[in-house]
């Protein structure tokens, strides 16, 4: 597999396609259309710092537009490019409640593959230039007839065939596997193409950092509480306090976890009535950070349990998550033990 940097990421999904003379293109498709989608947000993205100039969210701009929220906007097209691709049937998104079919206008070739996607992820920090992301899974359908259902995407996340985020950071990178190796695509606007910067990401081993939202102590159960503790002290992996560093934004916090190392955690706040099965959703949020994680060497469990194993019941369904390095992951796992 070529590994060139600067290699274009439709290039590589191209390349990575003829190793299975098998594949018929369709797969591949639907990820050049999240990238199409991916650029548009993230131009999108990089204008909201002048929102104050374009207008309010809900007003007409200077243009005469109507400024949209950028989750909606993101939303849209995201929905948009993937249903304008008939090999998807149908896409579980966080911004809607229910399931979305987009087989309707062709229903002579169901679609063979279903998506789960967050499409502007870490709301909080949107309206405050602070780096946001985007998160997708790709499962093939598992349903017979003409239109896919919920149990198309409620599947394992072992059986992702694909899965990654985009960051909208201080550049905006595409980091995706499709089950062999983890690779990251830096975009280059001039060129307006996501291009390879990191080929074959490895997570390392063991890190000093952990990223928790440390607010929620209260929330949490003994063992983590204890687990948070330790951190702080000498009795860990690092044998010192390790670094706290909390973005708020899931794919920030990761893709900084993926690289540097350590542990990133969202626990179960089992004593907080806002979220009491923890707050990270199984399949747009946890499982394609999962398989990220795992095909780069890290782990990721919800405490006791492998997030790949674990069968999603509904569409928007939570789950404690705890996410890293193998050594730090499995460190937070012994407390849970005790
Ligand atoms: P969102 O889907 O409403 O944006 O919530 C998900 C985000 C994650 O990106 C992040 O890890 C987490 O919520 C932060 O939550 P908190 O603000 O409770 O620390
Ligand atoms: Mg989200």
């Known amino acids: 597999m070529p590994t060139r940097r600067g290699t274009t990421s439709n290039r590589f999904i191209y390349n990575e396609q003829r190793q299975f003379p098998e594949a018929t293109g369709e797969f591949s498709e639907i990820l050049t259309q999240i990238i199409l989608a991916a650029k548009v947000v993230s131009r999108e993205v990089n204008r909201a710092g002048i929102a104050g100039i374009l207008g309010a969210v809900g007003e007409t701009n200077v243009q005469g537009e109507q400024v949209q929220k950028l989750d909606v906007f993101a939303n849209r097209h995201f929905l948009d490019a993937l249903s304008d691709n008939c090999h998807v049937s149908v896409i579980a998104s966080e911004e809607n409640e229910e399931l979305i079919h987009t087989d309707h206008d062709n229903k002579h070739r169901p679609g063979k593959y ?16 602070v780096s946001i992301g985007t998160i ?3 499962h093939r359908r598992i349903t017979d007839g003409q239109d896919g259902g919920a149990d198309d995407v409620l599947q394992e996340g072992t059986r992702q065939l694909a899965a990654g985020y985009v960051l909208y ?15 990251g695509f830096t975009l ?31 929330y949490w159960a003994p063992e983590v509480r204890e687990w948070v503790v330790s951190l702080k002290g000498a009795h860990n992996p690092a044998g010192k306090p390790n670094s706290l560093r909390y973005i708020g934004s899931l794919v920030a916090d990761f893709h900084r976890t993926l690289f540097k190392g350590g ?8 004593k907080d009535p806002k979220n009491p099965r923890g707050k990270l959703r199984m399949l747009y949020e946890a499982a394609p950070i999962a398989m990220i994680a795992e095909n780069a060497g890290g782990l990721a469990i919800d405490g006791q349990r492998r997030i790949l194993d674990i069968k999603p019941k509904s569409l928007h369904e939570r789950t404690p998550l ?8 499995n460190f937070a796992r012994s407390f849970q033990d005790r």
């Open 136 to 138: 997708f899974s790709i």
């Open 169 to 183: 950071g201080s550049s905006t990178m595409l980091v995706f596997s499709v089950g062999r190796g983890v690779h």
């Open 188 to 218: 280059d606007p001039s060129v307006g193409e996501f291009l390879l910067s990191h080929p074959n990401i490895q997570m390392p081993k063991q890190g000093s950092i952990y990223s928790i939202n440390e607010g929620n102590f209260p």
């Open 322 to 329: 705890f996410v890293g390095s193998e050594v730090d992951v």
């Open 263 to 270: 542990i990133f955690a969202y626990p179960l706040d089992y």
């Open 114 to 129: 279903a998506v789960a996607i967050d499409p502007l992820d870490g709301s909080s920090n949107i309206d405050v230039n």
